[in-house]
């Protein structure tokens, strides 16, 4: 599997997403994961599973070493204090001293911003954090953070798939070469059996859902996170890797709208316009 190296970074370009998995299921899917060879794990604090993520960390029997584990704090909790709170109780449940990638999930209205990225940073000077990064900030936030502030962040998460480009944010990361993790790939099951995707899927015996893994996996710098709890999908996920599409797939996909965001919560922020 190719691992992006970049920014302090060491991130298999697949990773296992967990949100909304939960409880021994949640445990299950990441030793099954593991198993598979899965080294790229993905979890956050809003999710409630660091500590089932961390038992199956424990049970799979893979070296710390070899994964790459990230977690996020909420946006109800950037203020300093509790920002570190919040990292000190995800590395109890992860049950690990460091987490490989630190980010802030979601940006808040009132934060101060300063002060959230000069947190990041002193937990990543104290060794807590391998890197730190930021989710779902849009380009004028995220240029704050970097250009204003110069936040040595390593790399940015947010909604990206086949349905939805952002192409303002797209072009800030590509123009500071910060690598990416697309999240909900699948736009929350909306292309698992999307018709162009299902049509590119027969050309190289594959799901859709493959085709729009594999999709994100060609690209430079961009990881992707899908999730699953059935070891059956966690396998699917895992073979979109010998997926290769060739230009025709990637006109059908360009020619695909790109405007359907699937994660857009009461509190998210200012998107970008043509976002």
Same mark, same amino acid.
């Given at each position: 599997?190719?691992?992006?190296?970049? *920014?302090? +970074?060491?991130?298999?370009?697949?990773? +296992?997403?967990?949100?909304?998995?939960?409880?021994? &299921? /949640?445990?299950?899917? &990441?030793?099954?994961?593991?198993?598979?060879?899965?080294?790229?794990?993905?979890?956050?604090?809003?999710?409630?599973?660091?500590?089932? %993520?961390?038992?199956?960390?424990?049970?799979?029997?893979?070296? !710390?070493?070899?994964?790459? %584990?990230?977690?996020?704090?909420?946006?109800?909790? +950037?203020?300093?204090?509790?920002?570190?709170?919040?990292?000190?109780?995800?590395? !109890?449940?992860?049950?690990?001293?460091? $987490?490989?990638? @630190?980010?802030?999930?979601?940006?808040?209205? =009132?934060?101060? +911003?300063?002060?959230?990225?000069?947190?990041? $940073?002193?937990?990543?000077?104290?060794?807590?954090? !391998?890197?730190?990064?930021?989710?779902? @900030?849009?380009?004028?936030?995220?240029? !704050?953070? $970097?250009?204003?502030?110069?936040?040595?962040?390593? /790399?940015?998460?947010?909604?990206?798939?086949?349905?939805?480009?952002?192409?303002?944010?797209?072009?800030?990361?590509?123009?500071?070469?910060?690598?990416?993790?697309?999240?909900?790939?699948?736009?929350?099951?909306?292309?698992? =059996?999307?018709? %162009?995707?299902?049509?590119?899927?027969?050309?190289?015996?594959?799901?859709?859902?493959?085709?729009?893994?594999?999709? #994100?996996?060609?690209?430079?710098?961009?990881?992707?996170?899908?999730?699953?709890?059935?070891? =059956?999908?966690?396998? =699917? *996920?895992?073979?979109? #890797?010998?997926?290769?599409?060739?230009?025709?797939?990637?006109?059908?996909?360009?020619?695909?709208?790109?405007?359907?965001? $699937?994660? *857009?919560?009461? @509190?998210?922020?200012?998107?970008?316009?043509?976002?």
């Amino acid at each position: 599997m190719e691992t992006i190296t970049k *920014n302090g +970074l060491r991130m298999p370009k697949l990773g +296992l997403g967990t949100w909304r998995m939960t409880g021994a &299921v /949640c445990q299950a899917a &990441v030793e099954a994961g593991l198993a598979m060879g899965y080294r790229h794990v993905d979890t956050g604090q809003m999710y409630a599973n660091e500590a089932e %993520v961390g038992a199956g960390i424990a049970a799979s029997g893979v070296a !710390r070493a070899d994964l790459h %584990v990230t977690t996020k704090v909420w946006w109800e909790n +950037l203020a300093p204090d509790r920002m570190r709170a919040a990292m000190d109780d995800s590395l !109890r449940m992860l049950r690990t001293d460091y $987490v490989d990638l @630190f980010m802030i999930h979601w940006p808040s209205r =009132e934060m101060d +911003l300063p002060a959230a990225m000069a947190t990041l $940073v002193k937990l990543r000077e104290e060794g807590k954090a !391998r890197t730190i990064g930021v989710a779902n @900030f849009p380009t004028a936030l995220l240029r !704050r953070a $970097v250009d204003e502030l110069r936040t040595p962040l390593a /790399c940015c998460q947010f909604e990206y798939h086949a349905t939805l480009r952002q192409p303002a944010l797209l072009e800030f990361m590509r123009g500071h070469d910060l690598p990416i993790i697309a999240y909900s790939p699948l736009a929350k099951g909306a292309l698992v =059996e999307d018709p %162009v995707l299902t049509a590119i899927g027969r050309k190289h015996d594959a799901t859709a859902s493959q085709v729009a893994i594999a999709w #994100l996996l060609e690209q430079r710098d961009v990881s992707t996170i899908p999730k699953s709890t059935r070891p =059956e999908r966690l396998r =699917e *996920n895992m073979e979109a #890797l010998r997926v290769r599409l060739d230009d025709a797939d990637r006109a059908a996909i360009a020619a695909m709208p790109k405007d359907r965001r $699937v994660a *857009n919560p009461p @509190f998210h922020p200012e998107w970008d316009a043509a976002g």
